[in-house]
């Protein structure tokens, strides 16, 4: 008999998860991160404004495989027909997207598997990447979100009685919404096959599998034709990623760090999950796939197959078809990993509630990674070991005769409390310290002092220097130029034109920017402005007029 769990522990769950990545969300905005969101933003507005350009640079000078990624940017043109062009609308599908992947948990287990719903949406949502991912217009999160979709879709058609085809449509469709956002939804392409050839052999799912492969034809063959129309390659955007390996290859581990290969293909991956906070899914993980009543349970084993070839193709898999490049040790390069193996780790907590045995194993597990780490995410590490073997003690002793036993809505309460108040430490501490960007008060100096009818050059550091026109909403003033500091020696001011300095204290110490891009002190871009008059400050940014 299944425990009796409350389904209002999934139902509170999704409110803690949703309401903690709104608060993160707002709180630790810092405006534009790199080169990639700009982009995105840039081709949105494009989008927006009728003025993309489908076709690739007639020069052959533009490769941007970013360009080719219509559902990061094509949902946030929407947002900017309908709200207007700033930092909230640019990253509010981001945010989207990973909320919305809480409540594909929620509505999938909320009534089945309660345990299993809440103690994914805890580890998916509260993993501090996925919420760092929230504040940025990257492809991760939103393929992460049509990821969980794809995996759903095939878990549901293949058991649904009727409509498979319908079900397999739509997981085909699903699919080429994901590979339209990002190239990386192929780390689930290995599992797609075993199940295709388990079914084939078996002769079980083949409405599903039709219908997947009718839709998916059709529409890769339209995406193929747009390519050949244009392009005249219909492979285009494979020879773009391929392209862009070739660039990169002196980096890579087979170009110019041979010696590291063995390394990233053994032991590296693994310091690299428990190093990012992953331990403790990782542990449950694995726990839930020691369980061999869970391998019979249809459910579970998909879970856990699913994770078991994610994690496998992340760990040995290549970004290359033709020379052999491991995947990047990178956090967002994980969120295809993240949906299996949170849901994996659901049933591994699931399955421990249920008998409460096994915990002292895993706390020696995440002491273990805490020791090794011995850091600020050690205190996670060690918070989750201490309730799993308090949890343990507990279920083993008399104190079980008082309601805190095994399988009850109290001990799983217990648990997930527990799980939330560890994975909450790390984002609530970002949420409290002050900001790295300066960006609003950066964006209300521009707003209130470097508007229309301003004519001149606006001396900036080298950051700003390439997305001033973002602040703008891509339409920058006539006659209102952004130049770098060291450029202040061969500038010639036309008659009527003024000059400014715009210094930004918190970007010229931000340590993200500090490292390769800013290369001077605040007091050295000062020192080339002897002649400067205070005009305006707004926190840590200020702006000069200068002759």
């Known amino acids: ?14 409110v803690f998860v949703v309401l903690l990545t709104v608060a993160y969300f707002l709180l630790t905005h810092e405006g534009l991160y790199d080169l990639d969101d700009y982009f995105y933003a840039r081709y949105a507005h494009a989008l927006a404004s009728g003025t993309l350009r489908v076709e690739p640079d007639p020069q052959g000078l533009l490769h941007d495989p970013l360009k080719e990624r219509w559902l990061i940017f094509g ?23 990973t909320l919305g ?8 287990y909320r009534r089945r598997e309660p345990v299993v719903a809440s103690g994914a949406m805890l580890l998916l949502g509260l993993h501090y990447f996925t919420l760092n991912l929230t504040n940025y217009l990257y492809p991760d999160n939103i393929l992460m979100f049509w990821c969980l979709g794809c995996a759903l879709a095939l878990l549901r058609g293949r ?37 295709l050839a388990a079914d084939v052999f078996r002769r079980r799912n083949l409405p599903f599998w039709l219908g997947a492969a009718s839709v998916g034809t059709v529409v890769l063959g339209a995406y193929l034709a747009f390519y050949q129309v244009y392009t005249h390659d219909a492979l285009y955007r494979i020879h773009l990623i391929e392209h862009t390996n070739d660039y990169l290859k002196e980096g890579s581990y087979l170009g110019g760090n041979r010696g590291a290969l063995l390394a990233r293909v053994t032991y590296l991956p693994l310091a690299f999950f428990v190093g990012i906070g992953l331990g403790g899914a990782l542990g449950l993980a694995g726990y839930a796939a020691g369980q061999r009543r869970l391998w019979q349970q249809p459910g579970a084993r998909f879970w856990l197959g699913l994770a078991g070839t994610t994690l496998a193709f992340y760990w040995l898999g290549s970004t290359s078809l033709s020379q052999y490049n491991p995947i990047t040790l990178l956090p967002r390069m994980t969120t295809p990993l993240l949906p299996p193996l949170c849901v994996a780790a659901g049933f591994g907590l699931r399955a421990f509630l249920e008998k409460g045995r096994g915990g002292y194993w895993l706390a020696l597990l995440l002491l273990g990674c805490a020791a090794w780490l011995h850091n600020s995410v050690s205190v996670i590490y060690g918070l ?34 527990a799980l939330a ?32 009818p301003a004519r001149g050059v606006v001396f900036v550091d080298d950051f700003l220097v390439g997305n ?24 010639q001011l036309r008659p009527g034109e003024r000059a400014w300095l715009l210094v930004n204290s ?29 005009l305006a400050q707004d926190q840590s940014v200020r702006l000069y007029q200068v002759q």
């Open 1 to 14: 008999m299944k425990p009796p769990y409350s389904s209002r522990l999934p139902d509170l769950t999704l």
């Open 75 to 97: 949902p946030v043109a929407v947002l900017y027909r309908l709200f207007g062009i700033g930092i909230i609308t640019t990253t509010l599908w981001p945010l989207l997207a």
């Open 101 to 108: 992947c809480s409540v594909l948990i929620w509505a999938t």
């Open 159 to 195: 058991q649904a009685p009727r409509g498979q085809l319908l079900w397999g449509g739509g997981f085909a469709l699903l699919n080429f919404a994901a590979l339209l956002s990002k190239e990386t939804v192929v780390y689930y392409l290995p599992f797609y096959l075993a199940l």
């Open 384 to 417: 989750l070991a201490l309730y799993f073997a308090g949890a343990t003690w507990l279920a083993s002793t008399g104190a079980a005769s008082s309601g805190w036993r095994p399988g009850t809505s109290r001990f799983a309460a217990l648990a997930l409390g």
């Open 421 to 452: 108040l560890a994975l909450s430490i790390r984002p609530v501490y970002f949420m409290s310290k002050p900001g790295v960007s300066g960006y609003a008060a950066q964006q209300r100096i521009i707003g209130r002092q470097l508007g229309a």
């Open 468 to 491: 001033y026109d973002f602040y703008y909403g891509f339409r920058v003033p006539a006659g209102l130029q952004f130049r770098r500091y060291t450029a202040a020696d061969s500038v």
């Open 506 to 534: 918190r970007t010229l110490t931000n340590p993200e920017l500090t490292r390769k891009l800013i290369r001077y002190s605040e007091a050295e871009v000062l020192a080339r402005f002897p002649r400067r008059r205070l």
